[in-house]
């Protein structure tokens, strides 16, 4: 079966960078877009990016754009990403989801990884 | 880039009515459109896709209808699993959220 399971919470200072892994099991890894998705508290849903784990290549948000680096690695069917320069107002549970082939909606989604930036 | 915009925001039902929550695109996104459940704590969990396709496993009571710019998701007959967020998504060009709509017991 399909899951993607994230790494645990993490807890930043201002100004750091926060690095989030999403491993994928039970599907072939490349075949499938990776997107990422945030979630602040009480917030609704806002799309972040997606990267294609064949290719590498990636689509960012343009609120994102500077700031967010989509990255995957192949060998262990594992995609990342990191957010850097990080404010308070990026506190909010990261999602991984896939991509359902060629419908373009997300089909799976991990359990979610809570990132606190706090000084 | 497209906005999408929900409503409303909170609804306030019981156990058997019937439920309807609208979503408005900014600009047409033909029936690119899903529909997501969300309950506290949880990732979401798609419903519908393409404004109307049911996903495999979904009860149906669950509906989608529209196009262009105006859609809705209908719960037929409310049940108390049914108590969560909802959240439209377009996905005509790249893919934005709408803000939600929490559904409550009344």
């Known amino acids: 079966q399909v899951q993607l399971v994230q790494s645990g919470a993490e807890v930043k200072k201002p100004g750091a960078s926060v690095k989030v892994s999403c491993k994928a099991s039970g599907y072939t890894f490349t075949d499938y877009y990776m997107h990422w998705v945030r979630q602040a508290p009480g917030q609704g849903l806002e799309w972040m990016g997606r990267i294609n784990p064949n290719s590498g290549g990636t689509n960012y948000a343009q609120k994102f754009q500077g700031r967010v680096t989509m990255t995957r690695d192949t060998s262990i069917s594992t995609a990342y990403m990191e957010l850097s320069r990080l404010r308070s107002d990026d506190t909010a549970v990261y999602y991984c989801?896939?991509?359902?082939?060629?419908?373009?909606?997300?089909?799976?989604w991990g359990q979610g990884t809570l990132v606190t930036v706090s000084s | 880039d497209i906005q999408m915009t929900q409503s409303p925001s909170t609804l306030s039902a019981s156990v058997g009515d019937r439920v309807t929550i609208t979503c408005r695109a900014s600009q047409s996104i033909s029936s690119w459109l899903a529909w997501y459940q969300q309950k506290p704590g949880k990732a979401p969990k798609l419903l519908i896709y393409?404004?109307?396709s049911l996903e495999s496993g979904v009860p149906s009571r669950f509906s989608g209808s529209g196009s262009g710019t105006e859609f809705t998701l209908t719960i037929s007959s409310l049940q108390p699993d049914d108590f969560a967020s909802y959240y439209c998504?377009?996905?005509?060009?790249?893919?934005?959220f709408g803000q939600g709509t929490k559904v409550e017991i009344k």
């Open positions: 998504q377009q996905y005509n060009s790249y893919w934005t």
């Open positions: 393409k404004a109307s």
């Open positions: 989801a896939r991509e359902s082939g060629a419908a373009r909606i997300f089909d799976y």
